[in-house]
């Protein structure tokens, strides 16, 4: 079956500094990988996917992620935190092969950046 | 509408009643989805449209759930002898397509309370 773990409930950074928010996925085949940020009283915003290609994606404010392999990992990355970064964070799966087409998402990542 | 609009934003009811959610997605998305965040917790996949096609309903949590897709656009989210433990954020999303590749975009959510 197909699943989806943040290891880490909350996520402390200084801002400037570069943050990082761990994703790991279990799927039979290959999968498709995406990272969703939610703003206190918002709905999910997407930032970023990976689908096919190269392994490092880039997505919105500044955002990327590695999607590898071998580690079954697609961690998220910003090289330099912002205040305004603070929100939480949730990794998703689709695994093409399942035969259904939802999205498995992990428990949420909170990220706190401190001024 | 430019994104997927959800009504109520907010909805307090007596245990007991009986709720609906409505949500209308992004025009021309023929993927629609309904999750469910509660307090603390990840999202937890309650059921998807595709098209045409039979909805999966495998999230679904007991047969006081339901939900319909009317012409393929407009979907309604029923809760039957609403319990305490139903309080949560609804969530509905959509997608262009439900192909594995292609990101869902979020309405604000619907913040059900069972009183």
């Known amino acids: 079956a197909q699943s989806v773990a943040q290891p880490e409930d909350q996520v402390n950074v200084a801002e400037g500094n570069p943050l990082t928010v761990k994703c790991t996925y279990s799927v039979s085949g290959n999968p498709y990988l995406f990272w969703y940020v939610q703003y206190p009283n918002r709905g999910l915003q997407f930032l970023l996917k990976y689908i096919t290609g190269d392994n490092l994606v880039k997505g919105s404010y500044g955002f990327e992620a590695e999607f590898n392999k071998s580690q079954t990992s697609f961690h998220l990355k910003k090289p330099s935190a912002l205040v305004s970064d603070s929100a939480l964070y949730f990794c998703a799966v689709r695994d093409p092969n399942s035969g259904t087409y939802k999205y498995i998402f992990g428990t949420g990542t909170r990220l706190k950046v401190l001024a | 509408g430019a994104g997927v609009s959800q009504s109520p934003s907010n909805k307090v009811t007596e245990k007991g009643k009986d709720v609906e959610l409505r949500c209308d997605p992004i025009s021309g998305h023929t993927a629609l989805y309904w999750y469910r965040q509660s307090l603390g917790q990840g999202l937890e996949f309650l059921i998807y449209?595709?098209?045409?096609?039979?909805?999966?309903k495998s999230g679904l949590p007991s047969d006081r759930f339901s939900a319909e897709r009317t012409g393929g656009s407009v979907s309604t989210l029923t809760i039957q002898r609403t319990q305490q433990e139903d309080s949560a954020v609804y969530l509905c999303a959509s997608s262009l397509r439900g192909t594995g590749n292609t990101e869902a975009f979020f309405g604000q959510g619907t913040r059900l309370t069972v009183v």
């Open positions: 449209f595709q098209g045409n096609s039979a909805p999966d």
